[in-house]
C-alpha cells in the first residue's frame, strides 16, 4: 500500500479518543465500556483490562498495539463475544452482548463479528471455496448462493486459482487469505483480527494485511487489527495501545 493511500485512509477519521472518533459518526457498531479481565496464576491474580473502553464506527480502521501480555489478545476475544470478561459491558450494535444469553451472543458473533486468527484455524478436510462457505450455510443462506458469495470474496482477495485447495495445499498466506474471506462470509459489521499477519514473512505480511484492510474498505467492515507491526498499524485511522489495562490513543505520525 501506498504511503499516500494510507494517509489519505487515514486523514478520512482523524485520531480521537477512544471514546469518540471526531468525524461525529453514528452509533458505534461495537462499544466497549468499563472492560475488565483477570487470570488467576496459582495464588496471584493477574489483572489484564482493568477498565478498556472502545467505541468502534461504521468502517473504523483501529490497530491495537502493545507488548506481549499486555492483553490484546484478551481484548479482543472478550469483544468477539469468544470469551466472557468479568466485568464491563460490549454492545454490538446497539445490543448489550454483556447480559445476553449464549444463543444470542452466537447470533451475534455468526452475523455481525468476524474473527481473524493468527493461526487461520480452517478446517483442514474443506477446500477453501467450503471454508468460507461454511458460516454462511450456518446462517441459513442456500447452497449456491453461499459458494457464489465465497467464491466472491476469494477471487477478490486473489484465491481465484485456489477455491478448490486445501489448507494444506496453501501457502501460509494463502490460508491467512482463506482466513479473512471466511470472517467476511456473512458482511460482518466489524472484523477482530489478532495479529493476522503475525506468523508471516515480512512481505507476505504486508500483503495480507493490505488484503484485509482493501477487502474491509470495499465492504464498508469496521476492524479492530492487533499488531506489534508498527509499519502496518500505521495504516489504520486510529491506533490504540494497551498499556497497564488501560487504551490510549497513539500518533504514530
Ligand atoms: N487463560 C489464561 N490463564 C492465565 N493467564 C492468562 C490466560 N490467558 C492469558 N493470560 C495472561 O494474560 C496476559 C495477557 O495475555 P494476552 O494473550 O491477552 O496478551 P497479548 O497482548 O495478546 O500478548 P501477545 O502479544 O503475546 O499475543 C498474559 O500475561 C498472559 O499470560
Ligand atoms: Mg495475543
Redesign the pocket.
Known amino acids: 500500500m501506498s504511503d499516500t493511500v494510507a494517509r489519505r485512509a487515514r486523514s478520512a477519521r482523524a485520531p480521537a479518543t477512544a471514546q469518540g472518533s471526531a468525524s461525529g459518526d453514528p452509533t458505534p457498531v461495537l462499544s466497549m465500556r468499563g472492560l475488565v479481565r483477570s487470570?488467576?496464576?496459582g495464588d496471584r491474580t493477574?489483572e489484564?483490562l482493568k477498565g478498556v473502553d472502545l467505541d468502534v464506527y461504521p468502517g473504523d480502521m483501529v490497530g491495537l498495539i502493545?507488548?506481549?501480555?499486555?492483553?490484546?489478545?484478551?481484548?479482543l476475544h472478550a469483544a468477539g463475544l469468544l470469551e466472557h470478561p468479568d466485568g464491563g459491558q460490549i454492545v454490538v450494535e446497539g445490543r448489550d452482548c454483556s447480559v445476553a444469553g449464549e444463543r444470542e451472543r452466537t447470533k451475534v458473533r455468526l452475523h455481525k463479528i468476524g474473527f481473524v486468527y493468527q493461526f487461520h484455524h480452517l478446517l483442514p478436510e474443506f477446500t477453501a471455496l467450503d471454508n468460507v462457505a461454511m458460516p454462511l450455510r450456518i446462517a441459513g443462506k442456500p447452497r449456491m448462493a453461499a459458494r457464489d458469495r465465497a467464491k466472491t470474496l476469494l477471487e477478490q482477495l486473489g484465491l481465484g486459482e485456489r477455491l478448490h485447495h486445501q489448507p494444506a495445499q496453501m501457502s501460509g498466506g494463502e490460508q491467512q487469505r482463506v482466513a479473512i474471506a471466511r470472517a467476511l462470509a456473512n458482511s460482518p459489521k466489524v472484523v477482530l483480527a489478532?495479529?493476522p499477519t503475525g506468523n508471516l514473512d515480512p512481505a507476505t505480511s504486508e500483503a495480507v494485511f493490505k488484503s484485509l484492510f482493501d477487502l474491509c474498505r470495499r465492504e464498508g467492515v469496521a476492524a479492530v487489527v492487533?499488531t506489534?507491526n508498527m509499519e502496518l498499524a500505521r495504516f489504520m485511522d486510529r491506533v490504540f495501545g494497551?498499556r497497564d489495562g488501560h487504551l490510549e490513543a497513539r500518533d504514530l505520525g
Open positions: 487470570y488467576q496464576s493477574l489484564v502493545g507488548p506481549s501480555g499486555s492483553g490484546k489478545s484478551s481484548l489478532d495479529e492487533a506489534h494497551l
